[in-house]
């Protein structure tokens, strides 16, 4: 199996870096992004100088100034972190299509593609946002993204000075296990206050300490979450990166002005959907899973089909011909149609691993993307009534 290459990027105490890049006179002093005194706000986020004092995330405002009666106060200024959150998204974006954004100032990314090692990667990236965005953040790489978090988690949290750590820590593929031992319990995901002091009780106080225990153990005390636990303490994590997609499905129909039961011609409006929602991935730079076929007959009643494709595609031809098989399903002969549609859905970034026919696959991948290019540059429409999209072999298994 190959080993993967996780990062985990989290900003060093965002709102506060945003708000010195607006006040510089702010450096190096303990204020904190928040509500303001004599409200019931709280502390929306700390600087560093201010985490000195014992100042954290979601503390109510009134006892922040108790511990720091010097504290500044700054409102927050929610456009701008959201302007330069982009920003900085847009950096990670540059390293790796696959990226998992947590929240406005940390994402995952699977770097596994690039040949560098993960060191080499993460002090890459994060020299590009501090030099691109003057933010300063932290790294964790590993071979998942459990402990690439948890290695950050740890890093930044080795550093002392009331300044941001700006911090990189690389757990090594193989030591994933050793890496988590010593730290304690409540650092593995899913365990929250409760399960901690549940742990606390069986004499489990570190992450080692779980990981020596038995499967059938954890499953008897803690049922199927306890299977997951135990996986975790071992530094097993197997999830993949969830990339987030405005849309849900993907999906182009047409009303026929008049019904029509005319075979050439649905098949001609289906290749046309096709290649539309074919454009339409391409564009995203995603591939989908499932192809669905939708038709409204003639007495309005309308029947959806979906098929589940072997590999995920992004190809015209892949889309073309699941939704002909699909239409061949639900049609027969003589059957008036008033509206087709085609869709795709369950998208990932996943490349087609059809090794074999990637020489077929260049070639199509080439003429799609002039194609693409034809149609951006002149609209769609010029192009599909000037001549249909060519015909292009389909090598793919359905
Ligand atoms: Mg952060």
């Not at 010593?182 to 409760?194: H, R």
């Not at 029509?260 to 730079?285: C, F, H, M, P």
Request: net charge neutral; proline share 4%; glycine share 6%.
């Amino acid at each position: 199996m190959k080993i993967r290459k996780i990062l985990h990027m989290d900003l060093d105490a965002f709102f506060c870096s945003v708000e010195e890049l607006r006040n510089p006179s702010l450096k190096g002093k303990a204020f904190a992004v928040g509500g303001q005194p004599g409200t019931r706000g709280v502390i929306s986020t700390a600087s560093y100088a201010a985490r000195k004092f014992g100042i954290h995330s979601a503390m109510p405002t009134g006892r922040a100034l108790k511990l720091c009666p010097g504290l500044i106060l700054v409102s927050s200024f929610h456009s701008e972190y959201a302007e330069m959150s982009k920003k900085v998204m847009q950096i990670v974006g540059d390293f790796s299509p696959l990226v998992e954004i947590l929240s406005i100032d940390e994402a995952f990314l699977d770097v596994s593609d690039l040949p560098d090692t993960p060191l080499q990667i993460a002090r890459h990236l994060q020299s590009r946002i501090n030099r691109e965005t003057q933010l300063p953040c932290s790294i964790g790489g590993a071979t998942n993204m459990l402990v690439a978090k948890i290695a950050n988690d740890y890093g930044k949290h080795l550093h002392k000075d009331p300044t941001p750590p700006n911090a990189i820590t690389i757990v090594e593929p193989g030591t994933e296990a050793s890496f988590l031992a010593p730290l304690p319990i409540d650092a593995l995901w899913g365990v929250g206050p409760k399960t901690a002091e549940r742990m606390t009780t069986l004499h489990i106080h570190t992450i080692g300490d779980l990981a020596k225990r038995s499967m059938d153990e954890m499953i008897r005390l803690f049922g199927q979450s306890g299977c997951d636990l135990l996986e975790r303490a071992k530094g097993i994590d197997t999830r993949e990166i969830q990339v987030e997609h405005e849309a849900k499905s993907i999906s182009q129909e047409t009303t026929f002005d008049n019904d029509t039961a005319d075979e050439e011609y649905l098949l001609k409006t289906i290749r046309r959907l096709s290649a539309n929602v074919g454009t339409q991935l391409r564009k995203q730079e995603i591939t989908a899973k499932t192809i669905r076929i939708k038709i409204r007959w003639a007495s309005f009643e309308t029947h959806t089909r979906q098929l589940a494709l072997t590999y995920p595609t992004d190809r015209d031809s892949v889309i073309t011909a699941a939704a002909i098989d699909l239409f061949h399903k639900i049609w027969s002969k003589g059957k008036k149609v008033r509206l087709i549609g085609v869709g795709a859905a369950q998208f990932t970034r996943e490349a087609i691993q059809l090794n074999l026919l990637e020489k077929t696959d260049d070639r199509e991948e080439r003429l799609l993307r002039s194609v693409d290019e034809l149609r951006e540059r002149f609209g769609k429409q010029i192009l599909i009534r000037g001549f249909d999209l060519p015909e292009v072999k389909n090598n793919h298994t359905l």
